[in-house]
Structure formats: structure tokens, C-alpha cells
């Protein structure tokens, strides 16, 4: 059965797609006026999680769907480029709060574990290029983001992490199988936990 860490804890129980997406209705990304003008009115339909993280063990993995895209620099990246490694995915907005604020993060453990082969990959959905690119040089991401405007990865992963909460983040493993999530905000602890945990399975 697959456990929940939230920092360095780990629990057991784990909650159904469908309870979690109804739980986290009460919690929205981006309520500020000015956020909802930025996006277009499109933040009002997300939710942002509470930072809850699930592991899945090898035998209750699903596989990634395929996807390609065209990251914010222009280039044509694909799901399945990154098999073979571990890929840590994880889905943001410009207008969105708790993305702006968990991107020092997302960096830090980026470079902590960069020469063991882990691989980091954003998703920027619903969103404005020119605020989604502002964003990143603000925000100095060291990695590559797809643009997916319309939102078509998260609706993708649909049946492990709800369409509408972000951010949201996923560790792929070298078989291209989802091996843990994070819907909200995750932090250094948690995160470096949750990719240790596959960087070792690989021996």
C-alpha cells in the first residue's frame, strides 16, 4: 500500500482520488483580483493541496502517458525522453501563490541531485507566455518548462492527481512509472525524501 510523507513523516493511509479532490475544494491557488486578471480568470476554477505526499511501491505504479510538447524555450521535449532516469515533474502557473513560493525549492533539490542523473521537468499551464516566461527569469528555474496552456498534461494524469490542483508535483521512475506525488506545495524535506527514496531503488 502506498504511504504518505509529509516533510520526513510518513503515514499510512491513503485517500481515494476523488475524496482528496473534494477535500481540497475548500483551499483555491490564486483568490487575489489582480492574479485572476493576470491569468484571465482561469485560476478560479484551481485548487491548491496541502502538501500531502503519496508513495507508490513498484508493483502499484502507473505509467506515464505519453505526451510531447514545446517547452517555454522552444524546444520539442517528449515523456519518454527522460526513461532510463529519474524525471521530477511538477505542474505551475505565474499567477499561482504557492508555485511562486516553492520554486527556491524545486531549484535547491534540482542541484542537490543534478549529478546523480535526476532530471527535473516544469508543466506551466493556463497561462500567459509572456508572464510564464517573466516568471522563470524572476524566479531563475533551472530547468526546462513545457507550455501547456491549455492544460492538457494534468488531464492526462487525471486519474493520480486532480486535473485542477496546483501546483502539484510528480517523481517518475526510471521505468517511466509514477512513483510518488505531491498535490500543493512541497518542501525541501519532503521533496529530497521522496526522490531518495527512487534515486536508491536503482542500487
Not at 485560476?43 to 502507473?62: H, K, N, V
Not at 531549484?107 to 516568471?135: C, S, W
Request: proline content about 7%; overall charge negative; hydrophobic content about 35%.
Amino acid at each position: 500500500m502506498p504511504s504518505r510523507r509529509s516533510g520526513a513523516l510518513r503515514r499510512a493511509a491513503r485517500l481515494p482520488a476523488a475524496a482528496l479532490a473534494a477535500a481540497l475544494l475548500a483551499a483555491g491557488c490564486a483568490n487575489d483580483p489582480a492574479e485572476t486578471a493576470a491569468s484571465g480568470g482561469e485560476d478560479s476554477r484551481y485548487i491548491s493541496g496541502d502538501g500531502t505526499a503519496t508513495e507508490f511501491a513498484p508493483g502499484e505504479r502507473q505509467d506515464v502517458p505519453e505526451h510531447t510538447g514545446e517547452t517555454l524555450d522552444g524546444e520539442e521535449v517528449s515523456f519518454s525522453d527522460y526513461e532510463g532516469g529519474v524525471l521530477v515533474l511538477n505542474v505551475w502557473a505565474s499567477w499561482c501563490g504557492p508555485c511562486r513560493s516553492e520554486t527556491p525549492v524545486l531549484n535547491e533539490v534540482h542541484g542537490d541531485f543534478e549529478d546523480q542523473g535526476v532530471e527535473f521537468l516544469g508543466v506551466n499551464i493556463k497561462d500567459d507566455r509572456d508572464a510564464a516566461e517573466a516568471f522563470e527569469r524572476k524566479q531563475e528555474v533551472a530547468y526546462p518548462s513545457l507550455y501547456d496552456q491549455p492544460g492538457e498534461v494534468p488531464q492526462a494524469f487525471r486519474d493520480t492527481v486532480p486535473p485542477q490542483a496546483i501546483p502539484s508535483t510528480l517523481v517518475i521512475d526510471p521505468e517511466g512509472r509514477i512513483a510518488a506525488r505531491v498535490i500543493g506545495e512541497t518542501n525541501y524535506d519532503q521533496l529530497t525524501g521522496l526522490v531518495q527514496t527512487v534515486v536508491e531503488e536503482q542500487g
